[in-house]
Protein backbone atom coordinates (compact mmCIF):
# COMPACT_ATOMS: atom_id res chain seq x y z
CA UNK A 1 0.00 0.00 0.00
CA UNK A 2 1.26 3.75 -1.12
CA UNK A 3 1.63 5.59 2.32
CA UNK A 4 2.91 9.43 2.58
CA UNK A 5 3.09 10.43 5.83
CA UNK A 6 4.35 14.22 6.56
CA UNK A 7 5.74 15.57 9.55
CA UNK A 8 7.09 18.96 11.02
CA UNK A 9 4.03 21.47 10.92
CA UNK A 10 3.57 23.27 13.63
CA UNK A 11 3.35 27.31 14.88
CA UNK A 12 6.24 29.36 13.55
CA UNK A 13 6.52 33.08 14.16
CA UNK A 14 6.37 35.50 11.09
CA UNK A 15 9.96 34.96 9.47
CA UNK A 16 10.83 32.04 11.44
CA UNK A 17 12.21 28.86 9.36
CA UNK A 18 10.19 25.25 9.43
CA UNK A 19 11.06 21.60 8.05
CA UNK A 20 8.67 19.69 6.74
CA UNK A 21 9.01 15.97 6.08
CA UNK A 22 7.19 13.04 3.77
CA UNK A 23 8.42 9.75 4.95
CA UNK A 24 7.07 6.97 1.73
CA UNK A 25 6.78 3.90 2.21
CA UNK A 26 4.71 0.74 -0.60
CA UNK A 27 6.29 1.81 -3.69
CA UNK A 28 9.82 2.16 -5.30
CA UNK A 29 9.88 5.79 -4.26
CA UNK A 30 13.36 6.52 -6.28
CA UNK A 31 11.16 6.32 -9.54
CA UNK A 32 8.77 8.84 -8.97
CA UNK A 33 8.52 12.72 -9.00
CA UNK A 34 7.39 14.05 -5.67
CA UNK A 35 5.83 17.45 -4.84
CA UNK A 36 4.19 19.48 -2.48
CA UNK A 37 0.79 21.09 -2.71
CA UNK A 38 -1.05 23.26 0.07
CA UNK A 39 -4.40 24.25 1.37
CA UNK A 40 -4.96 27.98 3.24
CA UNK A 41 -8.07 27.53 6.08
CA UNK A 42 -11.28 27.45 3.95
CA UNK A 43 -9.63 28.15 0.43
CA UNK A 44 -8.34 26.03 -2.36
CA UNK A 45 -5.65 23.81 -3.16
CA UNK A 46 -2.18 25.48 -4.09
CA UNK A 47 0.81 23.91 -5.81
CA UNK A 48 3.91 24.86 -4.06
CA UNK A 49 6.65 22.86 -5.21
CA UNK A 50 8.08 19.25 -6.87
CA UNK A 51 11.29 17.65 -7.21
CA UNK A 52 12.36 14.99 -10.22
CA UNK A 53 12.89 11.76 -9.35
CA UNK A 54 16.53 11.97 -9.43
CA UNK A 55 16.30 14.63 -6.61
CA UNK A 56 18.45 16.74 -9.41
CA UNK A 57 15.56 19.23 -10.48
CA UNK A 58 13.72 21.12 -8.49
CA UNK A 59 10.34 23.55 -9.15
CA UNK A 60 8.70 26.01 -7.12
CA UNK A 61 5.49 28.46 -7.29
CA UNK A 62 6.56 31.83 -7.99
CA UNK A 63 4.96 32.63 -4.33
CA UNK A 64 7.54 30.56 -2.77
CA UNK A 65 10.23 31.16 -5.15
CA UNK A 66 13.50 32.26 -2.83
CA UNK A 67 12.17 30.85 0.44
CA UNK A 68 11.34 26.94 0.36
CA UNK A 69 14.01 24.54 -0.84
CA UNK A 70 12.25 21.05 -1.85
CA UNK A 71 15.39 18.23 -1.55
CA UNK A 72 14.71 13.83 -1.40
CA UNK A 73 16.52 11.47 0.00
CA UNK A 74 16.32 8.24 -2.66
CA UNK A 75 18.09 6.18 0.21
CA UNK A 76 15.42 6.75 2.68
CA UNK A 77 12.64 7.43 1.01
CA UNK A 78 11.90 11.14 1.72
CA UNK A 79 11.04 13.84 0.60
CA UNK A 80 11.73 17.56 2.43
CA UNK A 81 10.38 21.31 2.10
CA UNK A 82 12.52 23.48 4.33
CA UNK A 83 10.41 26.77 4.70
CA UNK A 84 12.44 29.83 5.43
CA UNK A 85 10.91 33.10 5.92
CA UNK A 86 7.53 32.50 6.65
CA UNK A 87 4.97 34.81 6.20
CA UNK A 88 0.94 34.96 7.24
CA UNK A 89 0.12 33.81 4.09
CA UNK A 90 2.15 30.66 4.10
CA UNK A 91 -0.46 28.99 6.42
CA UNK A 92 -2.09 26.36 5.77
CA UNK A 93 -2.23 22.50 5.74
CA UNK A 94 0.67 20.90 3.55
CA UNK A 95 0.27 17.38 1.39
CA UNK A 96 3.22 15.64 0.32
CA UNK A 97 1.89 14.18 -3.23
CA UNK A 98 3.05 11.60 -5.35
CA UNK A 99 3.34 12.40 -8.83
CA UNK A 100 3.22 9.57 -11.96
CA UNK A 101 3.82 10.79 -15.20
CA UNK A 102 2.58 9.56 -19.09
CA UNK A 103 0.08 9.90 -18.65
CA UNK A 104 0.30 12.42 -15.86
CA UNK A 105 -1.44 12.72 -12.24
CA UNK A 106 -1.03 13.46 -8.82
CA UNK A 107 -1.98 9.76 -7.38
CA UNK A 108 -1.17 9.53 -3.82
CA UNK A 109 -1.41 12.47 -1.25
CA UNK A 110 -0.56 12.44 2.20
CA UNK A 111 -2.87 13.28 5.12
CA UNK A 112 -1.44 16.81 5.74
CA UNK A 113 0.44 18.53 8.05
CA UNK A 114 -0.44 22.17 9.86
CA UNK A 115 1.30 25.48 9.62
CA UNK A 116 0.66 28.59 11.56
CA UNK A 117 2.44 31.47 10.68
CA UNK A 118 1.18 33.62 13.78
CA UNK A 119 3.06 35.28 16.19
CA UNK B 1 0.34 30.55 -15.12
CA UNK B 2 -2.28 28.82 -16.68
CA UNK B 3 -5.48 29.88 -15.32
CA UNK B 4 -8.23 27.56 -14.61
CA UNK B 5 -11.57 28.26 -13.59
CA UNK B 6 -14.31 26.02 -12.98
CA UNK B 7 -18.03 26.20 -13.03
CA UNK B 8 -20.28 26.72 -11.07
CA UNK B 9 -18.56 27.68 -7.67
CA UNK B 10 -20.69 25.60 -6.12
CA UNK B 11 -24.26 23.16 -6.56
CA UNK B 12 -26.97 21.42 -4.90
CA UNK B 13 -28.48 18.49 -6.49
CA UNK B 14 -30.42 15.34 -5.77
CA UNK B 15 -29.72 11.56 -5.69
CA UNK B 16 -30.16 10.03 -9.09
CA UNK B 17 -29.16 13.20 -10.43
CA UNK B 18 -26.56 13.90 -13.05
CA UNK B 19 -24.11 16.17 -12.88
CA UNK B 20 -21.56 18.35 -14.40
CA UNK B 21 -18.65 20.39 -13.57
CA UNK B 22 -16.76 22.29 -16.22
CA UNK B 23 -12.73 23.47 -16.21
CA UNK B 24 -11.72 26.16 -18.64
CA UNK B 25 -7.74 26.58 -19.19
CA UNK B 26 -6.67 29.76 -20.11
CA UNK B 27 -4.38 28.40 -23.03
CA UNK B 28 -4.00 25.01 -24.53
CA UNK B 29 -3.38 21.96 -22.04
CA UNK B 30 -3.78 19.23 -24.78
CA UNK B 31 -5.37 16.48 -22.17
CA UNK B 32 -3.43 16.91 -19.24
CA UNK B 33 -6.22 17.87 -16.64
CA UNK B 34 -7.14 15.92 -13.58
CA UNK B 35 -9.80 15.74 -11.25
CA UNK B 36 -10.02 15.35 -7.81
CA UNK B 37 -12.56 14.97 -5.02
CA UNK B 38 -11.76 16.61 -1.44
CA UNK B 39 -14.04 15.69 1.08
CA UNK B 40 -13.90 17.81 4.42
CA UNK B 41 -11.00 17.44 6.42
CA UNK B 42 -9.52 14.87 3.90
CA UNK B 43 -6.81 15.22 1.14
CA UNK B 44 -7.64 15.70 -1.79
CA UNK B 45 -8.53 12.23 -3.92
CA UNK B 46 -7.62 11.53 -8.09
CA UNK B 47 -10.68 10.54 -9.24
CA UNK B 48 -9.70 11.49 -12.93
CA UNK B 49 -6.69 12.06 -15.08
CA UNK B 50 -5.10 12.71 -18.73
CA UNK B 51 -8.91 14.50 -19.10
CA UNK B 52 -10.88 10.97 -19.80
CA UNK B 53 -8.68 8.62 -17.91
CA UNK B 54 -10.93 6.75 -14.61
CA UNK B 55 -8.40 6.01 -11.49
CA UNK B 56 -7.96 2.56 -10.62
CA UNK B 57 -11.09 1.84 -7.70
CA UNK B 58 -13.21 5.26 -8.49
CA UNK B 59 -17.26 4.16 -8.95
CA UNK B 60 -17.69 4.05 -12.90
CA UNK B 61 -20.58 6.89 -12.78
CA UNK B 62 -17.63 9.42 -12.56
CA UNK B 63 -16.39 10.33 -16.28
CA UNK B 64 -14.58 13.14 -17.40
CA UNK B 65 -14.43 14.43 -21.35
CA UNK B 66 -12.30 17.09 -22.99
CA UNK B 67 -9.12 18.52 -24.48
CA UNK B 68 -7.89 21.46 -25.54
CA UNK B 69 -9.12 24.37 -23.08
CA UNK B 70 -12.23 22.58 -22.29
CA UNK B 71 -12.86 20.13 -19.86
CA UNK B 72 -15.95 18.54 -17.95
CA UNK B 73 -16.27 15.66 -15.37
CA UNK B 74 -19.76 14.28 -14.91
CA UNK B 75 -21.37 11.94 -12.39
CA UNK B 76 -23.87 9.80 -14.05
CA UNK B 77 -26.31 9.21 -10.70
CA UNK B 78 -25.51 10.94 -7.69
CA UNK B 79 -24.72 9.69 -4.77
CA UNK B 80 -24.84 10.74 -1.02
CA UNK B 81 -21.07 10.05 -0.67
CA UNK B 82 -20.31 12.18 -3.74
CA UNK B 83 -20.83 15.34 -1.65
CA UNK B 84 -17.45 17.02 -1.48
CA UNK B 85 -15.73 19.94 -3.29
CA UNK B 86 -14.06 19.41 -7.00
CA UNK B 87 -11.05 20.55 -8.02
CA UNK B 88 -9.49 20.26 -11.62
CA UNK B 89 -5.66 20.26 -12.11
CA UNK B 90 -3.38 21.39 -14.98
CA UNK B 91 -0.19 19.32 -15.13
CA UNK B 92 0.50 20.77 -18.58
CA UNK B 93 2.99 22.92 -17.74
CA UNK B 94 4.37 24.23 -14.26
CA UNK B 95 3.57 26.16 -12.14
CA UNK B 96 0.78 23.25 -12.09
CA UNK B 97 -2.59 25.59 -11.18
CA UNK B 98 -5.82 23.86 -9.69
CA UNK B 99 -9.25 25.95 -10.16
CA UNK B 100 -10.94 27.05 -6.96
CA UNK B 101 -12.88 24.57 -6.50
CA UNK B 102 -16.26 23.14 -6.92
CA UNK B 103 -18.77 22.76 -3.95
CA UNK B 104 -21.31 19.63 -4.34
CA UNK B 105 -23.62 19.41 -1.66
CA UNK B 106 -26.63 17.08 -1.69
CA UNK B 107 -30.27 18.19 -1.66
Known amino acids: EVQLLESGGGLVQPGGSLRLSCAAS????????MNWVRQAPGKGLEWVSG????????FYADAVKGRFTISRDNYNDTVVLQMEALRGDDTAVYYC????????????WGQGTLVTVSS | AIQMTQSPSSLSASVGDRVTITCRASQDIRNDLGWYQQKPGKAPKLLIY???SVQDGVPSRFSGSGSGTEFTLTISSLQPEDSATYYC?????????FGQGAKLEIK
Open chain 1, 97 to 108: VRYTGFPSRFDA
Open chain 2, 50 to 52: AAS
Open chain 1, 26 to 33: GFTFSTYA
Open chain 1, 51 to 58: ISASGVTP
Open chain 2, 89 to 97: LQDYFRPYT
